[in-house]
Structures are given as C-alpha cells and as structure tokens.
C-alpha cells in the first residue's frame, strides 16, 4: 500500500518541477540562466587568510635555472631547463631573495614576476583573454588592513586586479653557501615590484599560524596553511656548515617551494622556507625556513659587500654525532690543524695516528671567551660573533699521557689565544655569479 502512495508523492513533485521549469522558460530565463548568489567569507579567519594570500602574492617570484649545453651534432649551444624554485622581492631596486641550492648549478636564471595590467579606458572586447593575464585579486572593501567577511552590496559585479607574468633574466648580487641565501638582482621597473614586508623572528611560538606561498612542482603561487611545529632546529647547509635556530613547520612545502616566504598570519615575512624531511622527497609535514632576522642581516651584507666574510680557526673537526662514539659527549674534537692556520699558530693540537696504528685524541674545544661549546653548531655561533683579525680565547680539553698504555692518561684545560682570520669558502663560479 506505501508505494503506490510513495509514487504519487514523487509524480507530484515532478508535475511541480515541470510547471517551474514551463513559467521559467516562458519569462525568458531558464534555471540554468539564474545567477547564484555569491558567497563570501564565513569567518575573519578565512578572510584574513584571503587578505595575505592577495597582498603577498605579487610578492612571490618564481625561478627557472638552466645549464648551457652543446649539441653532440650541430655544435650549437643551448639552455637546459636544470629546475625552478620560488623567490620573494626584497626591494624596488630589484632585489631577489632565495635559496642558494636554487641557483648553485645554474649556468643562467630567469625570474618571473607578477605585474599589475593597467586597464584602458576603451579596452577591446577580447583584451581579457590574454594567455599571460590572470585574475587571482579580486578588489574588496578593507577595514584595519583585513579583507570584509561582510562584503558590500553593488549592482554591479565586483572589481578585480588583472596580473601578468613578466620575466626578466637574472644576475647574482651575492651568495651565502653557508647559510643557504643567494641575491638576485633583475632590472625591473620600480612600479612593478611589490616588496614583501618584513615581520620579525623574535618570540615566534610553536602553535602560531603560519603561510607559505612558493611554486611546488612549478605550480606557481600555492598558498599552504600550518603552525610553527618547532623552534630552534638545526639543517645543513648545501656545503655542510650548521645552520641554527630554523623554524620548522608542518606546512607543506614541497620541490619548489626553496626560496619562497614563510609568513606569519598578518602576513609579514618571518622566515624563508630552505629545506623538508621527507624519504620520499615530498612534504610529510616537516618543514624548515632561516628565521627573517638572520636572512635580513645577510641580504644586506651581499648587497653591500657581495659576500659575507667570517671568521674561522681554520681546523677541521669531528662531527658531534660521531664523536659520540668515542665516548666524548661534549665539545668539538679538533682533527686537523694545517701549519697555516692561525689554531696552529696558537698551539692547537689535532688528533694522529701513529705507525703502530694507535690513535692519540686531539684537542676538544669547550669553550669559546664564556660561551661553552657542545657541538660544532655551538661553535659555529660563537664565531659569528666574532670578525677576521679579532684574537678570541678558546679553551680546550688535552689529553695528556702519564704513563706507557693508552689508559695512562689525564685530561688538561688549556686556553689559547687565536687569531681569527677570514673563510675561503667560495661557491661555484659561473656566467650565473658574474656581478
């Protein structure tokens, strides 16, 4: 008895369909015709997401590297697409900020831009349709620098900023392989170029919200949400050299996201996303970006000087991680100390290997002036603190014989003045790096 029932309820409400459908079509307008209602932000967290994306993605550049390469038949040579990477605009002198490891290969850069598209005043009918023109921003009311969740009522529909993509080749300002931070420079006029704003690294705090805007798998202009996971983290640099205090975040950043911004949620710069933890070479929610306050004091070092000059002892060391092994849990064990370095001149003592096969330890360094010395991270950070031609105390821990077996022995503190002098690390030269 219910279907019967069941399928009349169903005839009605199609009969009911099909008289809305007569009076629509009738009226001159069908159902498919009628505009839907425009849906704003449901939240000011949304809206202050949107508000970030639009005023920092002018910000955010994207690089293509290439390698020149010689045909094996016609001889002729040619650019190679070698990988891409993202960059931000750090002035309107033209100034670009990105990863080393970007850049360090490369034969030559191009770095792609976003600029504003004036509209005429009579514009032709198909001048919207240009491939290279997109309309990613649209306008909206602001109030206190946060995009409206209310909006506004208009008769008519709602503005937007029109983009295109500009590309200009690129020369390298100055790099920093230590810290993993290249400046690029493009002659771009200053109208174009929207300078992204600098925040702070200071007092960041893990749980804050965080955005990252970059071109992973040269998918340019991918904003990505997360927090601050961790503060303080440690990565290597492309030669090696600690890089300390990094951010790490559960953002995702993927292959072409080095170089690009990590930005707080008002969207000021505090930080530029270098490197993942990932096996398999994609996001797995582990992130790292250079604090701001650390990319701010070298990007100004390489535009004035080209290069940031530090200061080293001039050994080489046994990392933490394996020195462990030798039962030594804090400090750096010095290896070795070349005649010409100024540690040598000071009396530092690195570790040999006599003709019977036994290992005498060198000096452990666990102290540089006050600051002590766990790991070579440590160390690093103290030096920086220092510049070429300044004599610094290092305090070291020296084993010492007292008898005729290896366990006849004594540990000594001994203090000696070095002076320190300026780091040979060159990067890769190419037609890239010519200023």
Partial sequence: DNYPKHSYEISAISDDIDSSLTSSTSSGMSIAEETPPVRMCTDDLEARRIAVFERAAPSVVFLDTFVEQRDTFTANVMDVPLGSGSGIVWDEKGHIVTNYHVV?????AQVAILTRVVPEENPPSLSNTATDTTSLFPKRRQQQGLVSSKGEKSDSEP???DYKRTTYQAKVVGVDPGKDIAVLKIDAPASDLFPTQLGTSKNLRVGQSVLAIGNPFGLDHTLT???ISGMGREVKSPIGRPITNVIQTDAAINPGNSGGPLLDSYGGLIGLNTA???PSGASAGIGFAIPVDSVKFIVETLIRDGKVVRPVLGIS???SSQSKALGITKGVLVLDVPESSPAFKAGMKGTSRSESGLITIGDIIVKVEDKAINKEADLFEALESFKP???VRVTVDRVESTGPTSRDVRIKQVVLVVELRASK???KT????AR
């Fill in 104 to 108: 360090r290969q490369a034969q030559s």
């Fill in 159 to 161: 503005a937007t900023i």
């Fill in 225 to 227: 949400a997360g927090i």
């Fill in 276 to 278: 993942i933890y990932s």
């Fill in 317 to 319: 060391y046994l990392e």
């Fill in 389 to 391: 031609g300044d004599r």
């Fill in 425 to 427: 690390e060159l990067a």
């Fill in 430 to 433: 190419s037609r890239l790096y």
